[in-house]
């Protein structure tokens, strides 16, 4: 029998089992040396896969090989660098976000010798049509290679874009027939509400509100974008009833949502009649469906932004795929001599991609294979400038940026698991582009067909298991967003450390104290170093170990100086704050005495007037 245990006393817990030392329970207990410097290099944000570059100066013959990061976007590939690169997207999205001017100047003025080039290729285009009209084929060659000279030299002048489109064939992208595009009607679906259209003005900036005490304000919003339901769904995001939970439209919705989204910001510009900035990520809800989180610059009405995304739709014009005539196990083959895919028993060339459209476009009553629409929750609110919630937004826009779309939700219990299932199998089995290879499972060749397509095992990014259908980026900024690139904002992040530090980017000696070399010089037109990937192999490529230790131990410094810098500069401004706080003392004391400080100097205004 167990003795009762007295009310209100627990059971003491066993001791902890301490493996013996030496024994080799105690050795697997110590860290690995190798996993506590790559914790270091996380630390000190350390690529831990950088890329080994030999670098050759010109000048002296110089060869050294240095580290360059990885420049992952990826956790799972490399989390320093991915981390940084979070951080700079959240910078770009601050930048832009709250803008009360235009990020972009207007255009200078031509020139007189860009002018005078456009002019001579107006000459040469007018000479190549005479030619032309005259069969004189030889002047025609000469003009075309007298005309792409003078594109070179407009190009060099400093003039964006070209002219005119080439002379030459189709382009190869286009349908099997040179010249031939086919146009769809864009008339608006009867199921669609009409929105109105006005005429998108050339400012991206909101609107400025004015308060009763006369202060103003110019607030932005955040938006968040779904797509419809497929089924209900419980709280972990599987859905209630499997059997008839839509996965068909789910993996179609999630290949093409970036469409949609692309034609939601071409209504609501249109509707408002000012060119809206976004930048904004897609990821994937729990139930696996994608969803996308957006900053907008200004303000719009919510019932204005509930409208456009319910009047908004992405058609899909593409063959029918509501019968799959081919298995995995029974595939069409490939005829070598007909260069098409054949029928595996009848040898009848299956119908090509050309030959598909054509059927659609003759059928007056044909509808599109599938429709894209938003759901019915659209959530939108007002953000202040300068606030913590509006940090608070960015960061949570950005949070799933540095992971796989698959390792945003993970599938803990066997309900979740079998949902992921489901709906990879079904996007192994959707078209992605006309040149899927999924196209021979329901008949149809897709455009450009050739010998090596696998249906079932398509390429595509959307077809993997990591993507959820989400095969396209990630991260959606507008053009006139912030005005830069993502290469200019690393720039600026530099060159705010070098100002910071008081350094210099004047090229000198490689490797001078106190200055950071410029590697290609002041002007961009001189390249003062070769650059090219060295073998891990190579004698002067030292071991990863070695390479992540130095590159700790640099940035260990680097970081110990920045803060050195930043107290230098906190207690800088600290004590210029002191002295501009005395001095106003000082100033209105003199102030009601009677006196200023022309006063002072033996000499006002008025004694000298």
């Known amino acids: 029998m167990t003795a009762a245990t007295l009310p209100g006393l627990a059971p003491a817990d066993p001791p902890p089992v301490v493996p013996r030392p030496g024994s080799r329970a105690a050795r697997m207990a110590l860290p690995r040396s190798v996993d506590v410097l790559k914790e270091i290099a996380a630390e000190y944000g350390v690529c831990v896969r950088p890329l080994a570059m030999?670098?050759?100066?010109?000048?002296?013959?110089?060869?050294?090989?240095?580290d360059l990061p990885c420049g992952?976007?990826?956790?799972?590939?490399?989390?320093?660098?991915?981390k940084k690169n979070r951080r700079l997207r959240q910078a770009q999205?601050?930048?832009?976000?709250?803008?009360?001017?235009?990020?972009?100047?207007?255009?200078?003025?031509?020139?007189?010798?860009?002018?005078?080039?456009?002019?001579?290729?107006?000459?040469?285009?007018?000479?190549?049509?005479?030619?032309?009209?005259?069969?004189?084929?030889?002047?025609?060659?000469?003009?075309?290679e007298a005309i792409r000279e003078v594109e070179e030299a407009i190009a060099a002048e400093?003039?964006?874009?070209?002219?005119?489109?080439?002379?030459?064939?189709?382009?190869?992208?286009?349908?099997?027939?040179?010249?031939?595009?086919?146009?769809?009607?864009?008339?608006?679906?009867?199921?669609?509400p009409d929105l109105p259209r006005r005429k998108v003005e050339r400012r991206t900036v909101g609107k400025t509100y004015t308060a009763p005490d006369g202060s103003t304000f110019r607030p932005s919003m955040w938006l968040t974008l779904t797509l419809d339901s497929y089924g209900?769904?419980?709280?972990?995001?599987?859905?209630?009833?499997?059997?008839?939970?839509?996965?068909?439209?789910?993996?179609?919705?999630?290949?093409?949502?970036?469409?949609?989204?692309?034609?939601f910001w071409q209504n609501l510009r249109r509707c408002e009649g000012w060119n809206v900035q976004y930048a904004g990520c897609v990821e994937p809800q729990r139930r696996l469906a994608p969803h996308a989180h957006f900053a907008i610059r200004g303000t719009i009405p919510r019932d204005v932004l509930r409208t456009v995304a319910a009047a908004t739709y992405h058609q899909v014009w593409w063959p029918s795929v509501d019968v799959q005539r081919y298995t995995l196990d029974r595939l069409p083959v490939w005829d070598e001599q007909a260069s098409a895919w054949v029928d595996p028993d009848t040898r009848e060339p299956l119908t090509t991609w050309t030959e598909a459209l054509d059927d659609i476009d003759d059928d007056p009553d044909a509808e599109p294979v599938h429709v894209v629409r938003f759901g019915a929750q659209v959530d939108a609110r007002g953000v202040m400038p300068g606030t913590a919630d509006a940090e608070r937004t960015i960061r949570y826009v950005t949070k799933y940026i540095t992971k796989h779309t698959g390792d945003c939700h993970k599938a803990t219990t066997d309900r979740q698991r079998k949902h992921l299932d489901r709906l990879w199998h079904q996007l192994q089995l959707t078209p992605c582009t006309d040149r899927c290879a999924n196209w021979l499972l329901y008949g149809v060749q897709p455009k450009k067909a050739h010998a090596k397509l696998k249906p079932g095992r398509c390429k595509g990014k959307v077809h993997q298991r990591d993507t959820l259908g989400i095969g396209g980026r990630r991260i959606l900024i507008s053009r006139d967003w912030s005005g830069k690139t993502l290469a200019d904002h690393k720039h600026d992040a530099r060159a705010w450390v070098r100002a910071l530090l008081g350094a210099t980017t004047d090229s000198g000696a490689a490797g001078e104290t106190g200055q950071l070399v410029d590697d290609q010089g002041t002007t961009p037109e001189r390249v003062r170093h070769a650059w090219e990937l060295a073998r891990p192999d190579d004698p002067d490529v030292g071991p990863l170990s070695h390479r992540l230790m130095r590159s700790i131990s640099e940035r260990a410094r680097w970081r110990s100086e920045l803060l050195a810098a930043k107290d230098r500069a906190a207690q800088g401004s600290s004590d210029l704050s002191a002295t501009q706080h005395v001095a106003s003392q000082h100033d209105g004391e003199e102030d009601q005495s009677g006196r200023g400080p022309d006063d002072r100097a033996g000499g006002g205004p008025d004694q000298h007037e």
């Open 54 to 66: 030999r670098r050759t100066d010109l000048d002296t013959g110089l060869t050294e090989v240095i």
């Open 72 to 82: 992952a976007t990826r956790e799972d590939k490399c989390a320093p660098c991915a």
């Open 93 to 144: 999205i601050r930048e832009g976000w709250h803008r009360d001017d235009e990020p972009l100047p207007s255009p200078e003025p031509a020139t007189e010798e860009q002018k005078s080039l456009i002019l001579l290729r107006a000459h040469f285009e007018f000479a190549r049509d005479e030619a032309c009209r005259a069969s004189q084929y030889d002047q025609v060659a000469d003009l075309d």
């Open 158 to 192: 400093g003039l964006r874009g070209r002219v005119g489109p080439p002379h030459g064939n189709a382009d190869e992208d286009s349908d099997d027939e040179p010249g031939r595009r086919r146009k769809r009607s864009t008339k608006r679906r009867q199921d669609a």
């Open 232 to 263: 209900p769904v419980r709280p972990d995001g599987t859905p209630v009833n499997p059997d008839r939970y839509d996965y068909r439209r789910a993996a179609w919705d999630a290949v093409h949502f970036p469409r949609m989204l692309d034609r």
